[in-house]
């Protein structure tokens, strides 16, 4: 029975982990090239879930068109974001640009109820793999389009980042942002396609986790609240340690929420953030500036 209940949170766990890791990719992407917390990427994922839910209706979207689709409109919606944020407040206090992304957080929230209002919305699955079965793991349809839609992202972005002449732009300026432009690079520009990767990559995990939670006026803050969790215990640097992050905190989402209840796994999944806050090491980059 325990290895039953067990398989059962690994499965859901795994594929809520694989929509935090994608997440916490895009606050990764933001933190690393601006040193701020973007707490509008959980609208991100809202926005770009709608979007495509009403394209899906208008249109016949096949798994090719839907994925370019989501990708196009997540990385503009990224970019739109920026250009309303940070960057028309650039030499803004760290406090003052964070809180922008706070009340952009909620206006876009109020937008997508104006259009879509606030029943829930089922967004159909455009990209289906079958369940996956090995001894007592079983994973289902939906965690396996998950996982498979998640690694491919981590996979296509690594590549970008270190095969790439903008990535290895973006590279430098997460580790030094004045020695990247002594070297010609703009790190204005690199901060903008970082926030239109994080769209990108919000927009991915909308598709994700759309046929599984339907879409929601409000679940962009919960979702970008537990990317910002996978994220810090990822500790920001690495993409696949960033990415585990996502995947361990849904697995232990699932087991809280069989062993307790789903409001007991809200309360307790803050309070690993909150003891991160408390306990985990500063960046080095962020020691410097305090």
């Not at 859901?12 to 990764?28: D, I, K, N, P």
């Not at 690694?151 to 990535?167: E, K, N, P």
């Not at 986790?209 to 970008?224: A, C, E, N, V, W």
């Amino acid at each position: 029975m325990f290895a039953l209940y067990l398989a059962q949170a690994v499965n859901s766990g795994l594929a809520l982990g694989a929509v935090y890791g994608l997440m916490a990719l895009g606050f990764s992407l933001v933190y690393n090239s601006s040193r701020l917390i973007n707490f509008a990427q959980g609208e991100l994922l809202l926005l770009g879930g709608l979007v495509l839910y009403s394209l899906s209706q208008a249109l016949e979207l096949g798994p090719v068109t839907a994925l370019l689709a989501t990708g196009v409109f997540g990385f503009v919606l990224g970019h739109a974001l920026y250009a309303s944020t940070l960057g028309v407040m650039l030499g803004a206090q760290p406090l003052r640009q964070l809180m922008l992304t706070v009340a952009a957080s909620l206006v876009w929230q109020g937008a997508a109820i104006l259009v879509w209002g606030k029943n829930p919305l089922k967004l159909e699955q455009f990209v289906v793999f079958p369940p996956f079965r090995a001894g007592p793991l079983f994973l289902g349809g939906n965690t396996v389009t998950a996982l498979v839609l998640s690694v491919a992202s981590v996979a296509v972005l690594s590549a970008f980042l270190t095969l790439t002449r903008t990535g290895r732009a973006i590279r430098a300026v997460s580790m030094n942002a004045l020695a990247a432009r002594l070297q010609g690079v703009n790190p204005v520009r690199v901060q903008a396609l970082s926030f239109a990767l994080s769209g990108m990559l919000a927009a991915l995990a909308a598709m994700a986790i759309g046929p599984q939670t339907m879409l929601r006026y409000d679940m962009g803050f919960g979702l970008g609240l537990k990317g910002f969790v996978a994220a810090t215990l990822g500790g920001y640097s690495s993409l696949s340690r960033v990415f585990a992050g996502g995947l361990f905190l849904g697995v232990v989402e699932a087991c809280l929420t069989l062993a307790f209840s789903a409001d007991l796994k809200e309360t307790l999944t803050y309070t690993i953030l909150v003891a991160l806050m408390m306990l985990a090491p500063l960046p080095q980059n962020l020691k410097q500036k305090v």
